[in-house]
């Protein structure tokens, strides 16, 4: 076999194509019905082999991931400046990213400093201030999040019958494996 030809078979059996901050990913329920269960962005791929299939583990992280990728310096001191006018200052340089809140926004009083943090850094030490968490939308793959807990909905997926979930605190990332029986 010419060694052009060996290495191009090799590309196509190990590449994968998807292991991009370019090429976000969407994890969908059966019959793709209840929209995105998880929307974002692969950090590690790895094809195996297992009785003939070829099957991918993706860990993937979150569209606020794309907040969390350069550290900036600012300052924000008006005295009737919002939370929420804050958080939309910082992402607006980040195309389609969204914050939203639940409840009503709240002034500052203050001044509030962003030395040398990422953007996500910083607005999670924003929220902070107001005893609130972000929560990441992962039905997108835009930086989309919410300050504070979101109105929460139900959906059916039917019997789990094995997962395998890891949750890292940095920013909201889900891998593993989950096999959900929807016919029960």
Request: proline fraction near 4%; charged fraction near 25%.
């Amino acid at each position: 076999m010419a060694e052009g030809l060996q290495r191009r078979l090799l590309l196509s059996e190990n590449e994968t194509g998807i292991n991009s901050m370019d090429a976000p990913i969407q994890l969908l329920g059966q019959g793709n019905t209840a929209g995105a269960l998880f929307s974002g962005y692969p950090e590690k791929v790895e094809i195996k082999k297992e009785r003939g299939y070829r099957i991918a583990d993706i860990q993937a992280v979150s569209g606020t991931i794309l907040l969390d990728q350069k550290k900036s310096n600012r300052v924000f001191q008006k005295k009737v400046q919002t939370y929420m006018g804050i958080a939309s200052a910082v992402t607006a340089d980040t195309d389609h990213s969204a914050c939203i809140l639940p409840g009503s926004d709240m002034r500052t009083g203050g001044t509030l400093i962003q030395y040398q943090e990422t953007d996500w850094r910083f607005l999670k030490r924003m929220a902070s201030q107001l005893g609130l968490p972000l929560v990441p939308d992962t039905s997108y793959y835009y930086p989309r999040f919410y300050l504070g807990l979101p109105e929460g909905e139900k959906r059916e997926l039917g019997e789990i019958i094995s997962c395998d979930l890891c949750f890292d605190g940095r920013y909201y990332a889900v891998s593993g494996k989950c096999l959900v029986d929807s016919n029960l």
